[in-house]
């Protein structure tokens, strides 16, 4: 697996397969290492959390699970559709993400 992921933290992205489906939400955390990317209200798995210290509240908490970063495309603010992320090099050097459709910076 690729080290290399065409998400950012802070990206709206679209769920393209599986059961979350269409699904939209915010990007919260990236990780290149597995390929994968937790997603705002996306993909709720329950975790079953033991108290910890006296006077913990224990419990089933719902919390956002891992999914890999294949199955999701990045939504471009300006024309608000699902997009492939495109590179261009500026001219003093910097690199910028751009949407294949309307051509805006990401």
Same mark, same amino acid.
């Given at each position: 697996?690729?080290?290399?992921?065409? =998400?950012?933290?802070?990206?709206? @992205?679209?769920?393209?397969?599986?059961?979350?489906?269409?699904?939209?939400?915010?990007?919260? #955390?990236?990780?290149?290492?597995?390929?994968?990317?937790?997603?705002?209200?996306?993909?709720? @798995?329950?975790?079953?959390?033991?108290? *910890? *210290?006296?006077?913990?509240?224990?419990? =089933? @908490?719902? !919390?956002?699970?891992?999914?890999? !970063?294949?199955k999701v495309q990045v939504?471009?603010?300006?024309?608000?559709?699902?997009?492939?992320? #495109?590179?261009?090099i500026l001219e003093d050097?910097?690199?910028?993400? =751009?949407?294949?459709?309307?051509?805006?910076?990401?």
């Open positions: 697996m690729s080290n290399k992921l065409h =998400i950012k933290t802070g990206d709206k @992205v679209v769920v393209l397969s599986g059961t979350e489906k269409g699904k939209k939400g915010k990007v919260l #955390a990236v990780s290149p290492k597995e390929g994968k990317v937790i997603i705002e209200k996306v993909n709720l @798995v329950s975790k079953h959390v033991k108290p *910890r *210290r006296m006077g913990d509240q224990g419990g =089933i @908490v719902e !919390a956002e699970g891992a999914m890999y !970063a294949c939504v471009c603010p300006h024309c608000n559709k699902p997009t492939r992320v #495109a590179h261009k050097g910097t690199k910028e993400r =751009i949407c294949k459709k309307c051509g805006e910076a990401l």
